[in-house]
């Protein structure tokens, strides 16, 4: 999903929305953000650096998101992402809770 600027009311309303690629065309879901008014320049110049600033912060988030996807510990359910690779014995496997699982496993 990529966020975007959109100029609607020609080019009066100043809107940021997400949209998803379908076969090469864009289309338009519902979630949209109003962003201000352009009908004079000051105004128009302020809405259209809101909505970068806004734009650039959403994409990042959901690129972010995106690459996390899969990063979650099996056994604890918590994130892996942050956790550096001396302390994973896999991308979604802790050291310490592979560890105690082995140990159980071994008790038993």
Not at 90 to 96: A, K, M, N
Request: with cysteine; proline share 0%; hydrophobic share 30%.
């Amino acid at each position: 999903m990529t966020w975007i600027i959109e100029k609607r009311k020609n080019c009066m309303e100043i809107w940021v929305t997400n949209s998803t690629g379908f076969n090469g065309q864009l289309t338009f879901k519902t979630d949209a953000i109003f962003v201000g008014e352009g009908y004079n320049d000051k105004e128009y110049k302020r809405s259209m650096e809101l909505a970068k600033v806004i734009v650039s912060a959403l994409n990042k988030y959901e690129q972010t998101e995106a690459e996390q996807e899969g990063w979650v510990c099996r056994h604890c359910g918590k994130s892996t992402f942050e956790t550096e690779y001396d302390y994973l014995a896999d991308i979604d496997e802790h050291l310490g809770c592979a560890l105690e699982k082995e140990q159980k496993s071994m008790q038993i």
